[in-house]
């Protein structure tokens, strides 16, 4: 019917659905650009952006920012797919279905200290699309590196001849205080190696990434926070970080 408001809750009784916005503090409110690159499902709409139209604009973006030879753009399943799509219509190069996700192996099955790899059982280069091709890959964001290493040494073993790797989200830089999983920039590959190492890193023939200017693309006139890329936080940053507040807050309840 309508978006929950940020700091609005909504109270569903028998005498209706009331809403209270009441025990929040009045700020401006700002978007998180990370919902239209990866966090939200494709089919939905945020503040009446579609999100598989930004991921879209992201890849048209990327192909004209880094535009590369090639002969197939493939995409990272789910949220790499739709940039993946925008790339290959702007770039004229042909879409194809290059990696699948694996449904039939659940974590279940898995010992906690295996030696598997983790991305071998979540995804499988499909050989006959990738062998003796030129491969544009796309991914939504690239963290610590490892994963987007193995995905391309994936491809590699399948018999890709060669894999551009284009992200379309800019070099994540600063850690986020609000929400998402990484607290340190200690963990953040690009906060420590250039472009050109992390392509050699990750055992990508380029790589290239989607310029933060750009960012006001995915969600055209709407007021985003983009801090993970630029280190603008639209709050005052926390001295501590959300594992002290997590850890206190867990000793608090243990008393
Ligand atoms: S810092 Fe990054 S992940 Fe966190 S709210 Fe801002 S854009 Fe989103």
Same mark, same amino acid.
């Given at each position: ?12 009784? %028998? ?15 700002? @978007?998180?650009?990370?919902?239209? !690159?990866? *966090? ?10 579609? &999100? ?31 940039? /993946? ?13 290059? +990696? ?8 279940? $099955? !898995? ?13 499988? /280069? ?9 491969? &544009? @890959? ?28 284009? &992200?379309? /989200?800019?070099?994540?830089? $600063? ?31 380029? +790589?290239? *990434? @989607? ?12 007021? !985003?926070? %983009? /801090? ?10 926390? %001295? ?5 507040? $997590? ?5 608090? !309840?243990?008393?």
């Amino acid at each position: 019917m309508r978006d929950v408001e940020p700091g609005e809750m909504l109270i569903f009784s %028998k005498d209706g659905v009331k809403s209270n916005k009441n025990h929040c503090q009045k700020q401006e409110q700002k @978007l998180c650009v990370f919902e239209y !690159i990866y *966090f939200a499902r494709p089919d939905s709409s945020i503040e009446g952006v579609s &999100v598989h139209e930004a991921r879209m604009r992201a890849g048209k973006v990327l192909a004209k920012a880094h535009p590369v030879e090639a002969d197939i753009v493939i995409g990272v399943p789910d949220s790499g797919l739709d940039a /993946a799509l925008g790339y290959s219509q702007e770039a004229q190069i042909p879409y194809e279905i290059g +990696l699948i996700k694996n449904k039939y192996v659940g974590r279940t $099955f !898995i010992a906690p200290n295996n030696r598997l790899d983790q991305v071998k059982i979540k995804l499988s /280069a499909v050989e006959d699309v990738v062998k003796g091709k030129r491969v &544009v @890959l796309i991914d939504d964001s690239i963290v610590r590196g490892t994963t987007s290493g193995r995905i391309v040494r994936l491809l590699r073993d399948a018999g890709a001849k060669e894999v551009h790797m284009r &992200v379309s /989200a800019p070099p994540f830089l $600063f850690p986020c205080y609000y929400g998402t999983d990484i607290d340190s920039q200690e963990n953040l590959i690009a906060c420590h190696h250039s472009i050109p190492e992390i392509a050699s890193m990750i055992g990508a023939d380029s +790589l290239g *990434f @989607l310029p933060v200017e750009n960012l006001e693309d995915l969600a055209p006139g709407k007021s !985003i926070c %983009k /801090a993970c890329f630029d280190g603008k936080y639209p709050t005052s940053i926390p %001295k501590d970080t959300r594992k002290d507040r $997590f850890e206190r807050r867990l000793s608090e !309840i243990k008393k």
